[in-house]
């Protein structure tokens, strides 16, 4: 099984954010991370899986712009019901973060991914990923991913997992990109469990 539209609106329609395994009650661990970025309160951020996370929110409540996207229609319904459509703010958008993104999706200063490139499996669906964050990532932009590490679980959400190292993401991002600040993070997840993370921050060269 491989990540699909119809896998993710099924878990949001039949779910309730806390029975979410990812589900945190603030996201004081990526904006933490985030303080290491000047000027990243007044930044265009793109959430390449917004889901329902409450993130939105903090960036929202701050004056953030930002690009939501997720795979899961559902997911952004209910996002949309609980912070209002915001178009001043909010660019909504529902794709697979693999495949290409539209050309009208303006130039962002920061790219978020918490738990989502770790979903992608296929070869051709992790370039393609990281060909989107190349093309709207602005030139002295950064991105802030959070996945499972190596020693984290192999699944989530019934799904297989691509776990990640530093190196693998410095690799990826290309000579272009430059590793700010990493870490190793464990996030207890709803149930109590454990789940090794690692937090790696990069800026792309001006």
């Not at 996002?79 to 915001?86: N, P, S, T, V």
């Not at 410095?170 to 109590?192: E, V, W």
């Amino acid at each position: 099984m491989k990540s699909s539209p119809e896998h993710w609106n099924d878990i949001f329609k039949t779910k309730g954010d806390p029975e979410l395994g990812w589900y945190e009650q603030d996201a004081s661990q990526t904006l933490a991370m985030l303080q290491n970025i000047p000027d990243w309160k007044i930044s265009k951020v793109f959430l390449p899986g917004a889901g329902t996370s409450v993130l939105v929110d903090q960036l929202l409540h701050q004056g953030n712009r930002m690009v939501l996207n997720d795979i899961s229609s559902e997911a952004l319904e209910k996002l949309k019901a609980r912070i209002g459509d915001h178009p001043d703010k909010v660019t909504w958008l529902c794709q697979d973060i693999s495949t290409p993104l539209m050309p009208i999706i303006p130039p962002v200063d920061l790219w978020v991914d918490r738990a989502v490139l770790h979903f992608l499996l296929e070869e051709s669906g992790i370039v393609g990923y990281f060909n989107n964050l190349k093309a709207v990532l602005r030139s002295g932009g950064h991105v802030l991913f959070a996945e499972f590490s190596l020693s984290g679980a192999p699944k989530c959400a019934g799904l297989p997992l691509h776990r990640y190292s530093v190196d693998e993401l410095t690799t990826r991002l290309g000579s272009g990109f430059i590793l700010k600040r990493q870490m190793d993070y464990t996030f207890i997840n709803p149930a109590g469990d454990p789940r090794p993370y690692i937090y790696a921050l990069f800026q792309r060269k001006a």
